[in-house]
């Protein structure tokens, strides 16, 4: 988990993370109950323990930020390069704790991220998202990606759910268009 850099704009801070930010991040998770119920995973109790320890593993691919705002942990996200498309790169896994949601958190951090996997080299950066999830999918719209379409019975969730999802993308020609849109103003 150590090989993503420090990502920061302002009072916002993404960094790698690591075990410092694992009782602050279980503490975030549990702010919002319900919402684990629509992610493919939960970070809940044991479940979150297990996707811990996964990720902590010898040869575990995840590459998580933890997000935090004035010092304060309040959310992840990660990147997920497609090891069968090179240039291709999934940002998902992304959580925020209901307090900053619907302020522009979510905006900074995924500009933040895509700016620096398209620095990176990447040509394409892919949000997949539960069909049930619509905030999210709203939230994705947003930023300025394209709707490239629907996996339909894509995969089965934690709770057993068969989950359509929802493939959004950004390219970077759109790159190149959206981010003098999305980047924050100097202060």
Not at 59 to 81: K, N, Q
Not at 90 to 110: D, F, Q, S, W
Request: net charge neutral.
């Amino acid at each position: 988990m150590a090989r993503l850099p420090l990502l920061q704009f302002g009072n916002i801070r993404l960094e790698p993370l690591a075990e410092s930010h694992r009782e602050a991040l279980r503490e975030a998770c549990a702010e919002d109950p319900a919402i684990w119920e629509i992610y493919s995973f939960s970070m809940l109790g044991e479940a979150f323990d297990r996707w811990w320890e996964a990720g902590s593993a010898a040869g575990s691919e995840r590459l998580m930020w933890a997000i935090l705002v004035d010092d304060r942990l309040v959310g992840m996200t990660g990147i997920f390069p497609e090891d069968r498309t090179p240039g291709v790169v999934e940002i998902g896994a992304t959580y925020i704790v209901p307090g900053v949601r619907g302020t522009r958190l979510n905006r900074m951090v995924k500009w933040l991220v895509l700016s620096h996997v398209f620095r990176g080299g990447f040509h394409r950066v892919e949000f997949r998202v539960d069909a049930r999830n619509l905030r999210s999918q709203a939230a994705v719209l947003k930023l300025g990606a394209t709707r490239d379409g629907i996996l339909r019975h894509h995969k089965i969730t934690h709770t057993g759910h068969i989950r359509d999802t929802h493939v959004f993308a950004i390219t970077d020609a759109d790159w190149r268009r959206i981010e003098p849109e999305l980047r924050p103003e100097q202060g």
